[in-house]
């Protein structure tokens, strides 16, 4: 016993920013961010808050299958940029969705829907859970440093959305950490505590809270991580490459899908992206991309989705889902 998808949605902000809206802001170009990331455009937050979109996302989940607010067991939201450090932003979207059910966050980077989904498998294998909402939602125009062209050209905002109920569509599903701080990351301030102390030669002390990355390692760890994690759980599902209907993996970079695609060798037209006009919205990603793929027709009933992901951490996820829509 594992889950089916009963619903999804999404929600992004209203804001278009353009390759040549940021060659306003910093020294780049749409020819650079296109050619070295697929990116053409992505959605920012203006007077949207985050914790809005999420709201909105699950709405159109819930609508999406049929079930009210009232009958969710567990809310688990993934991400890293909420509005609120506490409340939780689960619990804000259970107040505000008028469900009673526990709700937390949890945060993976942009691995974090792949770990929901984990998290929200294991609820239905251990309880008598029926109905979770898992919301993976990011305002990672909060996070990034805007005069850094090495990281604002690549991220978006955007919020994405599953209502899961109990069934057998999870055929395999893989989470992975591989501790690391160097690669991606984002410092949490001390606050004005008159008792902390910098601490010399700390990975992160003395700099700004803006997430830094180390592009070229990530792009190594990406393309590697995502063929082995899909390799896995196929392996795990005893099934093989061809029986993958759509690869819908996280959208970092075009090349690293290119890339994974080609080494997975499966033909390029099964792998769904949509980086071209979101960017990369980290945890929303793939919960973006699948409800963007059914509303529009793309999947069909016993269709096997391989997703995959990677993000900060360095963390990896992948799972292989049947869509019995
Ligand atoms: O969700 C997971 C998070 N992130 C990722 O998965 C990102 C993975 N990495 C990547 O996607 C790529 O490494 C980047 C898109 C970040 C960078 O592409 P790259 O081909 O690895 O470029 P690079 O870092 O090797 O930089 C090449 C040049 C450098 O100039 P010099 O030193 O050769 O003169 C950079 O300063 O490109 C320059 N550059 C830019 N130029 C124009 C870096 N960013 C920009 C920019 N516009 N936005």
């Known amino acids: 016993m594992s889950f089916s998808i009963l619903g999804t949605g999404s929600a992004l902000p209203s804001r278009v920013v353009t390759n040549e809206d940021l060659s306003l802001l910093v020294d780049t170009s749409d020819e650079w961010i296109k050619t070295r990331t697929g990116i053409t455009e992505r959605r920012v937050c203006t007077e949207e808050s985050i914790t809005e979109l999420a709201v909105q996302a699950a709405q159109k989940a819930l609508e999406d299958s049929g079930c009210s607010a009232d009958e969710l067991d567990l809310i688990i939201c993934a991400t890293m940029s909420a509005d609120y450090t506490t409340p939780s932003m689960a619990c804000v979207l259970q ?17 974090g829907f792949l770990y929901a989904l984990d998290v929200a498998a294991g609820y239905f294998a251990r309880t008598a859970d029926q109905k979770i ?30 209502v899961l109920g109990k069934g057998n569509d999870l055929l395999a ?11 991606l990351y984002a410092e949490n301030g001390w606050g004005n505590s ?21 592009g070229q390692e990530v792009f190594r760890f990406a393309v590697t991580s995502m063929v082995q994690t899909v390799e ?28 994974a695609i080609s080494r997975l060798k499966l033909p390029k037209e099964k792998c769904l992206t949509n980086i071209a006009v979101r960017g990369n919205t980290s945890a929303a990603c793939v919960a ?19 997703l995959t992901a990677f993000g900060g951490g360095l963390t990896t996820g992948a799972c292989i889902l049947r869509w019995s829509r």
Not at 95 to 111: E, H, K, R, V, Y
Not at 293 to 300: D, M, Y
């Open 95 to 111: 107040m505000q969705l008028g469900a009673s059910c526990p709700a937390f966050d949890i945060n993976a980077a942009c691995t």
């Open 288 to 306: 973006i991309l699948l409800d963007e793929a059914s509303r529009g027709g793309k999947l069909k009933k016993n269709d096997l989705l391989a």
């Open 232 to 259: 896995q759980v196929l392996d795990e599902a005893g099934l093989a490459k061809e029986d993958i209907a759509w690869l819908i993996p996280h959208q970092a970079n075009i090349r690293i899908l290119d890339s």
């Open 133 to 162: 909402l898992v919301v993976a939602a990011e305002a990672m125009s909060r996070l990034v440093d805007w005069q850094d062209r090495g990281t604002c050209v690549l991220f978006g905002d955007g919020a994405g959305a599953a």
């Open 173 to 183: 599903i893989q989470t992975g950490a591989k501790g690391n701080i160097s690669s």
């Open 194 to 214: 008159p008792f902390h102390k910098q601490a010399e030669g700390d990975v992160a002390s003395g700099c700004s809270s803006y997430l830094h990355m180390d």
